[in-house]
Each structure stands twice: as structure tokens, then as C-alpha cells.
């Protein structure tokens, strides 16, 4: 039996390896040291690199990733914030977590709860917003879905301009991602007999940011969403959902009607032709969470278009709109 080993001269697949390696090395970059007096982080949580990452970036300015601005560190699986004068002058609204000896989640999260909005600049009222981006609740062009699920016993308008939809599809290639454009706002009025009992809101603050608020009946800035048996804290909870893998009702079930569940009945409140199942099928919209969107909002609006065209009252750029996603525009493929 001949043996080859990787150190022979004349092996080729040896010297490919050995100069991939050289190469990986080359560009590989070291961590930079931990500063004296640097305060250890620790959360306790999975993805922890992401939450800090998320979280602290808005406080520096501009925000931006607190690693690569060596306010964080990361070293041996642990993380550490930068020394006192670090904080000071690269972000000086994180100075409160250096009172403590020892950063752990309950710490962490409580200094979000407190200060996060602020550091964000997100406005104090609703009202503030209507006035940034228009009235969602009565201007036209705004995309209204009804959704009663599982996120809250609420029945929810979400809300979020046609525009910023067609947008995102224009971004999307088949079988790829839908982004949604920096400022694409998203709305849901939580509802209780035409009363709004409180509104959540997305925003996306960066290209690839979306920031999470709350507001309560009256249109003011909370920390809290009614929920049973416990209120969901907003933002600190809002994260995970958005960025995890687990599909939820109604949605999951769409184009078919959900069954009922701890809340009472589960459902999106719109007509037949926006639950087309081709286009369903073809998006897979709430379980691929693309741009970590949760919902359907791209598909019920294609399968509007879908419908026109279907019927023959759909404009040439409708039928483009839909082959440019993959989405066949005769009536056999139904």
C-alpha cells in the first residue's frame, strides 16, 4: 500500500492546501487585546455576539458596530466593555453599566428597558410619528392587513406603505431575500372595538436595522405590551421572535384559515384574492423571515396583482412584476 503524504514535493493537493493556509493567515485578523480595566459581559444567552452587537451599537455616534469601535471586546468566548475613558468618549450613554462589577442579562436588560429609546432617538408619542411619515390609519397607499394571532390577544391592523413593499420586491432575485428600503416603517394598532388599546411599531432605523417601539392607548412611549398571563417587555422580547426560526398563526396556516387558539379565534382579515396559494407556495414569505419581517405582506400583495392579471385586468408592469418573482402568470399553474 503506498502512503501519500501532504509534505511530498510533487502532491498537488498538498501544496494547494498549504497555500490556502498561508492565505488564511495572512488574512486573518487577531482580536485586538483587552484593555486594563475593561468590564466583563457575560448574558448568558445564545447569539450572544448579535444581542450586544444590536443593542449597543446606538449608543455610539453615529451607531455603528461596538467591536470593530473597540468598545467591545471579545476574548477567550467572553466579552468585556472598553475602560472608563473609552466609554466616555465613544459613547458616553453607556457609562451607567460601569457602575457595576460584573455585567450579566438581568443587569443588561434592565439598562435597555431604561435607556434604548432614548439613545435611539425613537419618538415619545404616535404623533410624532404620524408627523414623520404621514397618517397610516387614514392616507392612501398604506397596506392594511387585520391579524388576530398569536403575538397578542388584540385584533391588529399592521400597517406599512405599498411603496416600501414594492421596493423590496424589486431588491428580491427568485428565490432570494426581500429588503425593505432604511425608514420602512410598520405598524400595528392593536384593537379592541375600533378603540386602539396600544401600537407596536418597526422601524428600520439602518440598511440593516430594524428598531422596536412600543406605545400605550393614549399614544405614549411603554415598556410594556399586554399579554397573558405576563406583559411582553418591550424592546428587550421583541428581538428574539423576529429572529428566530418558529413559524406562528395565523400565518402559518395561510392560505388556509387557522384553528382557534388560547385567545380565541386566529386569522388575517382579507379577501380571497389575497389568498392565492401559487404565490403563497412560491414566497414562503413568513417562514423564510426574510429582512426578519414576520408576516405576509409581500404575498397578499402579489396575490392581488395575481388575481388582475389572472382576470385579465392586470397592466403589463403586473405581469412583469410577477415573472421578475418567479410566479407564473396563467391560470393552469393554480
Known amino acids: 500500500m503506498t502512503v501519500h503524504h501532504l509534505s511530498r514535493p510533487n502532491s498537488a493537493p498538498a501544496s494547494l492546501f498549504l497555500v490556502l493556509l498561508v492565505a488564511l493567515s495572512a488574512c486573518a485578523q487577531p482580536s485586538p487585546p483587552v484593555p486594563p480595566g475593561s468590564l466583563a459581559v457575560d448574558l ?104 388576530k394571532g398569536s403575538m397578542s390577544p388584540y385584533e391588529r391592523v399592521v400597517s406599512v406603505q405599498e411603496s416600501a413593499v414594492r421596493h423590496a420586491l424589486s431588491e428580491r432575485s427568485r428565490g432570494g431575500a426581500l429588503i425593505y428600503p432604511e425608514g420602512t416603517l410598520f405598524v400595528a394598532d392593536h384593537m379592541v372595538e375600533n378603540q386602539i388599546m396600544e401600537t407596536t411599531i418597526m422601524w428600520k432605523r439602518q440598511s440593516d436595522t430594524w428598531d422596536y417601539v412600543s406605545y400605550d392607548g393614549d399614544g405614549h412611549l411603554t415598556d410594556r405590551i399586554f399579554k397573558e398571563p405576563d406583559p411582553l417587555q418591550s424592546p428587550i422580547q421583541c428581538l428574539g421572535c423576529h429572529r428566530g426560526n418558529r413559524a406562528f398563526e395565523p400565518e402559518r396556516s395561510f392560505p388556509a384559515p387557522a384553528d382557534p387558539g388560547p385567545n380565541g379565534a386566529r386569522y388575517i382579515d382579507v379577501d380571497n384574492d389575497a389568498r392565492d396559494a401559487v404565490v403563497t407556495s412560491v414566497m414562503n414569505e413568513h417562514m423564510r423571515r426574510s429582512d426578519t419581517i414576520l408576516g405576509l405582506y409581500a404575498t397578499i400583495f402579489l396575490s392581488r396583482v395575481r388575481v388582475r392579471v389572472l382576470s385579465g385586468r392586470g397592466s403589463a408592469s403586473d405581469s412583469l412584476l410577477l415573472m421578475e418573482q418567479g410566479i407564473p402568470v396563467d391560470a393552469d399553474a393554480s
Open 44 to 147: 448568558e444567552k445564545p447569539g450572544q455576539d448579535v444581542l450586544l452587537t444590536y443593542w449597543l451599537n446606538v449608543y455610539l455616534d453615529p451607531p455603528r458596530d461596538p467591536l470593530s469601535a473597540n468598545v467591545l471586546y471579545h476574548s477567550d468566548g467572553m466579552y468585556y466593555l472598553a475602560p472608563e475613558d473609552s466609554i466616555r468618549s465613544k459613547a458616553p450613554g453607556l457609562l451607567p453599566l460601569l457602575t457595576h462589577e460584573f455585567v450579566d442579562w438581568d443587569i443588561f436588560s434592565t439598562f435597555i428597558q431604561d435607556t434604548w429609546h432614548d439613545a435611539a432617538g425613537h419618538p415619545r408619542s404616535i404623533g410624532e410619528w404620524i408627523e414623520r411619515v404621514g397618517n397610516w390609519r387614514e392616507a392612501e397607499g398604506w397596506l392594511r392587513i387585520p391579524v
